[in-house]
């Protein structure tokens, strides 16, 4: 009973998704706009477009899938969805949080992929070599799953409130800035030939603490919704 209840969240977002084809392009493409125009403002100097790569790249990805994932639960709660969760959850006596999970999965997958997918072509015109350049291509997939997971919990908190998604990324930003330190300063590493292994460790850490909590922190949040 579990797995198909799984299967069929993950599932519903997906076809939510191919309806509208361009909420996926949108997300990359902010990512593209940010990463692309920054560079317009600084003199073509090698040497300066490698030193702020890191930071440009990474806050593009993150802003990209925050912008994306701040209103994540708002359209559940309006139509109902939560509360057939509820009764499914009661009836199978499967935890809410195995379905947050599966949702927040969905969310990675329909937002971080199309930003991971455009990242190695922007990080080209930085001049990012290779080593470097998979330095952040991991960093990035641990970091947004990070700030998915995060997030979800925020918008779970802030789901029956007028201004979410801004409510969201007021909670989300201050959480989300370590992950975003330690993967820039993954990158500034790896261009310099130093090792990497110390601040990808603690992006993985970070990752597997949010991935043990936040579904079960949101699915608190996601009761609490349903009773105002």
Known sequence: MTWPMLRAVFLREWAQAVHCPADLAWHALFFAMVATLFPLSLRPDAVTLQLLAPGVLWVGALLAVLLASGKMFQDDLQHGWIDQWLLACRASGMPLALLVAARLAAQWVLTAVPVLLVAPLLALQFG???????????????????????????????????????????????????????????????????????????????????ALICPALAAVGLKAATEI
């Open 128 to 210: 990012l070599a290779a080593w470097p350049l998979a330095v952040l291509m991991l960093g990035l997939a641990l970091g947004t799953g990070v700030l998915v997971l995060v997030t979800g919990v925020a918008a779970a908190l802030a789901g029956g409130l007028h201004g979410a998604a801004m409510l969201v990324m007021l909670m989300v930003l201050p959480l989300v800035a370590p992950a975003l330190i330690f993967g820039a300063l993954a990158v500034h590493h790896a261009i310099h030939g130093q090792p990497v292994g110390a601040d990808l460790s603690l992006l993985g850490a970070m990752l597997a603490a949010a």
